[in-house]
């Protein structure tokens, strides 16, 4: 499937310079990010200073048929640079491939992508150096409960509140046309298997099929914003996903609050123990019985954002519990770049306790976009 995007991708790149320019667009966004952080925590091996990179680049070519009708082909690469990293968390490496036809009757999608969860769910991603997530703190602090090395993974709690725990499995899509600020999505997943999503690609239930709906809503009033969406998603023999969140801005304030809760029900294989055997921990993914919710509130003034977020992810199965809280600040005088300050402080909670770990990492970098 990848070989057969990335082909149709580089073709319709030829045919736009065979075609007419009005007809056909091209449309490219990179960035990089680079940053240096020093940490402090519980394990005495691990290294204090750290140099995270991250590099994504998303290109569209688009083909305006009229007004109300065009096709979208969608190649969105992602890549961590530092091969000083051990943990690698989901949507951090890896690409999407996807096509759409947006139509006035609605948008239709098609291919390797984020579930229509994720796509009309309220993030913080502009309010944060770890985006709609912080998972980015197991870069400068090990978390024994998200591990992703080589073929191998474990996830003993959730690492988002963001609804798409089967990550770009090939899926169809589809959201309604937008009605005085509502949107409804609706997506299918053949067959949920990932290398970039919480499934275990060695659980039995990896090849099933998957539901998910989706509702966005959008208000406004005088200076005042407001955005809220609720979503569900049924994965065959595995596990069911109810996610909510929401922001309020206002003059310069936002505030922000996600939840997210996965739980097996019947007969869907629930996990209820814990392998002794570290060889075989990679199997196993307990964060089908999990919760997690993320809250924070920002300012912005001028070029400068402030921001506090806290980040809670909890597993019954396994009490692995994870706490994270963030301060950030960012600096950005035009749209090409930003500047980072901020410093974090994890507690990483492990069924093993002596695996569990905590500490604080200061970090400072710089964002490039063009």
Request: net charge negative.
């Amino acid at each position: 499937m990848k070989q057969v995007f990335l082909t149709y991708f580089l073709l319709c790149c030829i045919g736009i310079n065979m075609a007419e320019a009005h007809d056909f667009e091209f449309e490219t966004n990179a960035k990089l990010r680079a940053l240096y952080s020093h940490s402090k925590l519980d394990e005495k091996t691990q290294k204090n200073n750290h140099f995270p990179m991250f590099s994504k680049i998303e290109s569209v070519i688009r083909y305006n048929q009229s007004d109300s009708l065009s096709y979208n082909l969608y190649a969105d690469l992602q890549a961590k640079l530092s091969d000083t990293i051990e943990n690698l968390n989901q949507g951090y490496w890896g690409e999407q491939l996807y096509a759409s036809v947006f139509s006035k009757y609605g948008d239709f999608y098609f291919g390797q992508m984020q579930n229509v969860g994720a796509m009309l769910s309220v993030t913080n991603s502009g309010l944060s150096v770890w985006q709609s997530t912080p998972i980015e703190i197991s870069d400068f602090i090990h978390n024994p409960n998200w591990q992703q090395k080589n073929k191998t993974k474990y996830y003993a709690t959730l690492t988002s509140t963001v609804p798409n725990t089967d990550g770009s499995s090939l899926k169809f899509s589809y959201l309604t046309p937008e009605y005085k600020g509502t949107t409804l999505g609706f997506g299918f997943t053949p067959k949920v298997n990932s290398g970039d999503s919480l499934v275990s690609k060695f659980a039995q239930y990896d090849n099933n099929s998957a539901y998910s709906v989706a509702l966005y809503k959008f208000f406004e009033f005088d200076n005042m914003q407001a955005d809220f969406y609720f979503s569900f998603a049924d994965y065959e023999h595995s596990h069911t996903e109810y996610g909510a969140g929401g922001s309020f801005y206002c003059k310069g304030w936002s505030v922000f609050a996600s939840y997210l809760k996965t739980q097996t029900k019947g007969s869907d294989k629930p996990i209820t123990t814990v392998t002794k055997s570290e060889n075989k921990k990679a199997y196993f993914d307990d964060f089908r019985d999990s919760t997690a919710y993320n809250l924070g509130v920002s300012y912005e003034f001028a070029y400068l954002t402030s921001s506090m977020s806290y980040f809670d992810s909890y597993s019954k199965n396994t009490q692995a519990h994870n706490r994270i809280i963030n301060l950030h600040n960012s600096l950005k005088f035009d749209k090409n770049y930003a500047l980072y300050l901020g410093c974090a402080y994890a507690d990483f909670v492990d069924s093993n306790a002596q695996k569990s770990n905590k500490g604080y990492a200061i970090y400072t970098g710089i964002e490039f976009e063009f």
